[in-house]
C-alpha cells in the first residue's frame, strides 16, 4: 500500500514538473515571438 502510494506520489511530481517545463518553455517561445515581431515592425 505504501510503496504504491509513493509511486504515484512520483509519477505526480514528475508529471508536474514535466508541466512546469513544457509552461516555462511555452512562454519562452511566445517571449521570441513579440521579439521577432517587434523587431520586423520597426524596420
Request: charged share 30%; hydrophobic share 35%.
Amino acid at each position: 500500500m505504501s510503496s504504491l502510494f509513493i509511486g504515484d506520489a512520483k509519477k505526480l511530481t514528475t508529471r508536474y514538473h514535466e508541466n512546469r517545463a513544457w509552461l516555462t518553455y511555452f512562454r519562452s517561445l511566445r517571449a521570441e515571438e513579440k521579439i521577432s515581431f517587434r523587431h520586423n515592425k520597426s524596420s
